[in-house]
């Protein structure tokens, strides 16, 4: 089953305004959250990342929040613009005993009306 | 800035044949990441390699084998091909194991399109 569970599928938002992507997890052993960005024809690139012990991470336009009693995080892109289309998975690892075993979620495709 | 290269791009097999899958780690990188990615779906973690012993497993079948050489690339053997082997390959590496471990600083190639028929 998916132990990461991402949504929306599709987000389609007009340029300038908020996307929000919104994932959920179960396996408490994940202790990374890193959000990947995937254009078309091209791998997945490392966006923003944060650990459970902070419930907030900003680097410019992207914030993640994270719940941790809840087991949930989200994505936020503030301001959005039509280069920001692409896949967004979110992910998990549990650092202590996976190396480098992402677990995504199913992904959101972001699109951007100019 | 160097990149994961992963060759071939695009390969195209049938059914039962065999594929071979290469991925060049960017330099000073020494672990290495093997998933796949079928049509609209997540990356799916198949391997991964720490200095040319392999340090995780996932659901790669028996089918398929990989390792990782003296000079840190990889290559990724797949046999028997099936119908449902059509994915996009990607390879991934990270400057060490810690790194790749705690931060999930994963460097993604392009990826290898496999399309078996």
């Known amino acids: 089953q998916q132990q990461v569970k991402q949504s929306p599928q599709s987000l389609i938002v007009q340029k300038g305004g908020i996307s929000i992507i919104n994932c959920a997890y179960e396996?408490?052993?994940?202790?990374?959250f890193p959000w990947y960005q995937q254009f078309p024809g091209k791998g997945p690139a490392l966006l923003i990342a944060?650990?459970?012990?902070?419930s907030e991470k900003k680097e410019g336009r992207f914030t993640i929040s994270f719940n941790k009693s809840a087991k949930q995080f989200s994505l936020h892109i503030m301001d959005s613009q039509p280069g920001d289309s692409a896949t967004y998975f979110c992910a998990a690892l549990a650092g202590g005993t996976s190396y480098g075993k992402l677990t995504f979620g199913q992904g959101t495709i972001l699109t951007v009306h100019p | 800035a160097a990149g994961v290269i992963q060759s071939p791009r695009h390969l195209i097999k049938e059914k039962r044949e065999t594929a071979t899958l290469k991925c060049y780690p960017i330099?000073?990188?020494?672990?290495v990441y093997w998933y796949q990615q079928g049509p609209g779906q997540d990356p799916q973690f198949l391997i991964s390699?720490?200095?040319?012993?392999?340090?995780d497993k996932g659901s790669i079948p028996d089918r398929f084998s990989a390792q990782q050489f003296s000079d840190y690339h990889s290559e990724l053997n797949m046999s028997s091909l099936e119908l449902g082997d059509s994915a996009l390959y990607f390879c991934?590496?990270?400057?060490?194991?810690?790194?790749?471990?705690?931060?999930?600083?994963?460097?993604f190639g392009e990826g290898s399109r496999l399309t078996v028929l």
């Open positions: 991934a590496s990270s400057p060490d194991l810690v790194a790749g471990a705690i931060t999930g600083e994963l460097f």
């Open positions: 330099p000073r990188h020494d672990t």
């Open positions: 396996n408490t052993a994940f202790d990374y």
């Open positions: 390699f720490y200095e040319k012993m392999q340090s």
């Open positions: 944060i650990r459970p012990d902070v």
